[in-house]
Every structure is written in C-alpha cells, then in structure tokens.
C-alpha cells in the first residue's frame, strides 16, 4: 500500500474511534439522567410501600433515618401488620376495590364498543355534517372536563339515575362515552386501507360483519391502548362517586380512601397500606402496557 494511501485511511480510524467514544459518554449521560429521573419519581412510591409494611409506631420512629425505606424486620409475618388492621377496622374495603374492578371492567367494555362505532363511522361514512362533527370533536377536546359537572349532575338527576341502587348506573353512565377515544379510534381507522373492507363486502360481508370480523381484529393496538387508558381514568375517578355515590357499599376505592385517611389520618402505616393498593394496579398496567400508552399518544396525530 502506497502511503498516500496509508495516511488517509489513518486519520478515518482515529475519526471513527472518537465518534465511539462520543456516543458512548453520550449515552452513559443518558442513563445517568435517566436514573436520576427515576429516583426522584420513585422516591415517594417506594416509601409509601416500605411504609405500609410496618406499624404505626414503627413509622414514627425510623420517619428521620434511612431506615424509613427498609422493611421492618427480616420476619414477612410482620410485614402485614398494618393491611390486617385496615382489613378489620374498615369492613367495607375489600369491597370497595371489588367495586372498583367491576366498574372498570364495565366501563372498559362499553367505552370500547360505543367509542370504536362513532370512530368508525366518522372514518368510513361521509354524510352531510361530518366534517363539522370532526372540528366540533376537536373543539370540545379542549374544554375542561370540570365544566360539564353540574350539567351532568341535572341531566341524571332528571333522569332519575340519582337514585338507589340507579345511581350506579347514573356514576358509570357519562363515561361511556368520550370525545378523545373516539378521535383516536377515528385516527387509526382512516390509517388503515379502505380495499380490506371493500374486498370483504364483496364477498357478501355485511357493515357490521366486516367491523367486527375484519376491523376489530386488525385493530388490536388502537383498542388495547384505549382498553388501557379507560382502566387508569376509572380506577382513578373521584369527583363523580363523590357527587353521586350515597351507600358505603357502592363506593369505589379512591372515594373509600377518603373514609380511611378522614377516619385517623395519623395512622400512617394503616394509610399507606390503603394508598399501596390504590397504586399497585396502575403501577402493573404502567410497567407490562406502556408500549400501548406510547403509542396511543401517537394515534392522535395520525392521518
């Protein structure tokens, strides 16, 4: 090799070995930041957690040292000091994060099936008004959700869905509906190709057939991520059971937080062992779905 040629693949070398350097300190800042993101927002779950573990008089004591972040003992017997009391003092808990998985379920299945109909049908159907109806979603998007309260509130008390035992129907009832799920379910229906349902239509498939037999598989991600975003907003609802809610044996589990911490707020552990499994739920779904909480942020964007 001649050494003109030699002097120019050199320096190319010692380039691409400083690049390597470069984004490896790059990333090591990354993570580095990263981490420290984490901990700040870790920091109170996993006091919280720690917490919940021990008795009241133990919290107390460690509040001021690291210790406050260990469990209490090396014994797991002891660890569950605090659930036990809630479980006794407050009869009604277990049934409370019943009722909350029973609202979410039947919430998750009607906002699923009612939201992916209109999303559809704005996609796929043209008829006078449509686009309006599109712009008017839009609009309405960006209106506080605080504002509709009252009007609500009239609308069932009307109806009559104030009401025992009506007024569960009255609490689940007004979030069946929402305008943001059905924009996204509109977004990713316009994304997919027409030909599918046309081919399907062809072959003798009715409207309805090809929604639920060809749509609605090939829609899993829209719907998985919607199914998830459904499940955080009603595991975490408060303002309406409050507003509705009347039997203790109706209430949802954040609302039955609040007879918890009212009842002897300095029962910290007691309180953390109620708070624990108020978070746990939205902690999984966060951890093992947030492939769909990502994407679901896109869908809105889509075409």
Known sequence: MEKK?????????????SIGWETVLKKALIALGCAILAFVFLFPIVWMVSNSFKDNDTVYAQMGSLLTFLPPSWNVGEWFVSYEKLFSEFSNFGRSVLNSIV????????VLLINSLAGYALARFRFPGGKMMTTIILILMIVPVETSVV???LILYYLGLLTEPLNVVGYLLPGFASLMYTYMFRQFF?????EIEEAARIDGCSRVGVFFKMIVPLSAPIFATVGIFTFMGQWNEYLSAQLIMQNEQYFPLQYYLQIVNNANPRDIGMVMAALTFSTIPIALVYVFCQKYIVEGVSFTGLK
Not at 103 to 110: K, P
Not at 190 to 194: A, F, T, Y
């Open 190 to 194: 316009l994304s997919m190709p027409v």
């Open 103 to 110: 609202y979410c379920s039947v919430t998750i299945v009607m």
């Open 5 to 17: 040629e030699w002097n120019k693949i050199v320096p190319l070398r010692e380039k691409k070995r």
């Open 151 to 153: 009007p609500t509130y």
